[in-house]
């Protein structure tokens, strides 16, 4: 695993679970510091992935960031409270209504 | 074909939809739709929906206020391009054809009995020859005879990453692939051969797109593209057989995916008898050629 | 209103070199990047950690003067397009903006090469440069069942500083072929000019042997889980092994980045040692696009002191078009820039040829397009098909039409390509990229229609 010391004192929550993060990690990094390493299935076979180049290049780092899908979770910044649900295929347009 | 090939084409034939934005597409539409029933063959079953009906076949998608209708065409559908043309090469190989991709093309000659075709320093003999080169016919058909004009007229695409199934019906300018990408377009540029995306387009395309959809405003494009239609003088296909050079034919279309059933049924066959089809007498380069009085 | 004279992409040593020394000359400067802060990859995060030697104390003298220049700069600014009449299109906070300048420096640096094995598109496998980034921005250190595999300077410094960090690495597999020693000695005397590059290296691998990191000359690795990595399998000199694992980073070199230089449709080179493509400058930069100029190792591999060097001289060159100096005191200034760059690009051969990249033979079951699952043996059946160049691939196999617009897969598939086809690989069509060479909301793009 990729671990760090402390934990952060932010919460975000990832399919409804408490995860801690510091202030200035990008959601991926925060997944990653969890042991969560997986955010989406692919849509075109429904394979688990998750982040790669942490860089904003692969993005295979979607996830659904508070109701928004197809957000690429390494470039995006945590913020208290946020919610992160695994990307099930193809985004729907329609998840946010 | 997909039996052939093995491998699916995607094609769904369920209609197409041309969308009016405002009272006054809505009425040049209509207008439209009267004068092709008016035509002798009709129009195929074209007609008009009114929003309500329009809602009521795509459940998933939440038009943009501006949408007061559409035209619909019961005979129309799509394809997937790209799986019909993995399909044609699959099945021409199955039938025992040879492709030679890459082979630039120095000649074309006819000879005793048939043709010779040069490229590459290597000579190829043939019985008969179509040149069907898109763009490049117009050089080889000329070697053989045929004066077949045809001029670039390029088509910008806007590509959205791939997105849960909303509009079961292609649009003009507007479709879901079987993907789930959605797929906005189009301009038409004469004369132009660079495939290549401006911004100022591509932006036009997609305020258009998002008035009829404005939930795809939140759509991410992934993509643009841009390629170049081979555009005959009056936008038909050109046939054309070659009167000096009996056996030597060409065909160039900016629709080959739309006609490939036809090219591949009556064109073939007439072709491999030797002369064109009756159904295709009148789309013959003559048609742009002066008439003597 | 007056048209800005340059707008830079990229923040790291290149740009960041160029903008202090265009506003030394006068210059009106527009500075965008993606990140948050200055400092591109290799300076990432530079501001807010610990200098940890003479290269980190330069770096953030760097950015300092950056800072202290006048540069009008955007950050977290995702630039998605430049057209040929100097307008530049980013995106930040969601909407689009554009703005028309003189000059475009496009320095946006080097990407890592993609190395595919099978099961690399497992969760818990990424790249050294990706734990690289969770080091430096979020201290995130390798414990427990953490490998590293490929080869490159970039994973023996990782590495390095994982365990200055207090890592543990559970072991390193050297993929490269064996024997680049000897490749590399042919230019020994290059890198005799800039030893230190030798000396750290050397210095790295030392630290990794001192602290017990199983450093393995392996071959045939997979990659292999059910939803996440569980284990790697290898063969090394004994045999096959396999070695439960819970993250995999994979390094193969880095190449430059050229998704804007090849949307805008200018020549490229192909350099053969680094086996990559490169766009084509001149002395100043200046590529084959009027008005586009190109610094840094966006414009061929030479590092970061090359870069922040390529990055001045380049901003002199623009200074000099745009009459804020004459050519003479133009070439007395980059005299010396140039002989310091040349000192530290004596040493790439030397280390292209130690370094050289790897060129693995795949399996077909390899996944090469991770955006679209196209696998080798799909790409393979397509040259079969008669498929000659990866622009075409798309046509056949999707490959290369998903979101990342062909960055974790081009090179491999003109590989695999050329492999099948029996051609030198630079012979092979690469893609044909177009902007937005970012994603943008249609919102966004079509909130720029009619103003």
Known sequence: MLARPEAGTLTIYFDGAAVKARPGDSVAAALVAAGIVATRTTPVRGTARGPFCMMGACFDCLAVVDGRGGVQTCLTQVRDGMRIETQHGARDLHDHD | ?293 | MTMTDLAIIGAGPAGLSAAIEARRHGLSVLLLDENAAPGGRIWQAIETRAAKDGDDRAAQATVAAFRASGTRAAFGATVWCVEPDGSVFWSKDGSARVERVSRVLVATGATERPLPIPGWTLPGVMTVGAAQILLKTAGLVPQGKVWLAGQGPLLLLFAAQALAAEGRIAGVLDLSAPGAWRGAMAHLGGMLRSPSYLGRGLLWRRKLMKAGVPWIRARDLRAEGEERLARIRFTDVHGERAEPADTLLLHDGVMPSVQITRALGMAHDWNAAQRAWAPRLDAWGRTSVANVVVAGDGGGIGGAQAAALSGRIAALGIAAELGRMTQEARDAAAAPLRRERAAHLAVRPFLDALFAPLVPALADDTIVCRCEEVTAGGVRDAVALGCLGANQMKAFTRAGMGPCQGRMCGPTVCEVIAAARGVPVETVDPYRLRFPTKPLTLGELAALHAG
């Not at chain 2, 016919?137 to 045809?150: F, H, I, N, Q």
């Open chain 2, 1 to 293: 074909m997909g039996r052939a090939a093995g491998v699916g084409i995607g094609y769904r034939g369920e209609g197409g939809l041309v969308f009016c934005l405002g009272e006054a597409e809505l009425t040049d539409r209509t207008a439209l739709v009267a004068r092709l029933h008016n035509q002798p063959g009709g129009a195929g079953g074209v007609r008009m929906l009114d929003r309500a009906a329009l809602e009521r076949m795509m459940p998933h998608a939440r038009l943009g206020p501006e949408v007061l209708g559409a035209s619909l065409a019961p005979e129309d559908g799509h394809v997937a391009p790209l799986l019909l043309l993995r399909g044609l090469h699959a099945a021409f190989h199955a039938a025992g054809g040879t492709h030679l991709p890459g082979a630039a093309i120095d000649e074309v000659q006819a000879e005793e009995g048939g043709f010779a075709i040069r490229c590459d320093a290597a000579r190829i003999d043939a019985r008969r020859v179509v040149v069907a080169c898109g763009l490049g016919t117009s050089r080889l058909a000329a070697m053989l005879g045929m004066d077949v004009p045809v001029h670039p007229v390029r088509g910008q695409n806007i590509v959205t990453e791939r997105l849960a199934p909303m509009l079961p019906l292609p649009a003009s300018a507007l479709r879901q692939t079987a993907e789930g990408a959605i797929q906005i377009g189009v301009t038409y540029e004469e004369g132009q051969d660079a495939p290549v995306t401006s911004v100022r387009d591509l932006a036009r395309m997609a305020a258009r797109a998002t008035r009829v959809l404005p939930v795809l405003k939140q759509a991410r494009m992934v993509r643009s593209w841009a390629a170049v239609r081979p555009m005959t003088p009056d936008g038909y296909p050109i046939y054309a057989a070659s009167t000096a050079f009996p056996g030597a034919f060409a065909a160039v279309c900016h629709s080959g995916v739309t006609l490939s059933a036809a090219h591949r049924g009556p064109l073939a066959a007439g072709i491999l008898a030797g002369q064109l089809p009756e159904a295709v007498a009148s789309l013959g380069p003559g048609r742009f050629h002066a008439r003597t009085a």
